[in-house]
């Protein structure tokens, strides 16, 4: 059974859905679509989860090291080239 859509919105974004994904039909670019947030949905990370994450591996790279030389780090990296601003 074709799919009819009544909203004209609806109606060009299942056609460039069925366009980019190239459906054989829209009521298929409508199951890929949605079938596609599904899975985007389910696997979405909340704020509070990603910055727990982000705490987890702050926590394991350790605290600062007050002695630690920026500059002579930079000009190590660099080959003992210094920048010029």
């Known amino acids: 059974m074709p799919l009819y859509v ?3 919105e609806v109606d060009r974004l299942v056609l460039e ?3 980019l994904t190239k459906a054989p039909s829209k009521a298929e670019a409508v199951r890929r ?3 596609h947030e599904i899975e985007r949905a389910r696997s979405a990370q909340t704020v509070s989860e990603r910055l727990a994450e ?3 591996m702050a926590g394991e790279i350790g605290a600062d090291n ?3 030389d920026m500059r002579a780090y930079s000009d ?6 210094e920048l010029v601003h």
């Open 6 to 8: 009544k909203d004209r």
């Open 17 to 19: 859905v069925q366009r």
């Open 33 to 35: 679509a949605l079938t």
């Open 54 to 56: 982000a705490v987890r």
């Open 66 to 68: 007050p002695d630690f």
């Open 76 to 81: 190590e990296l660099s080959g003992g080239y």
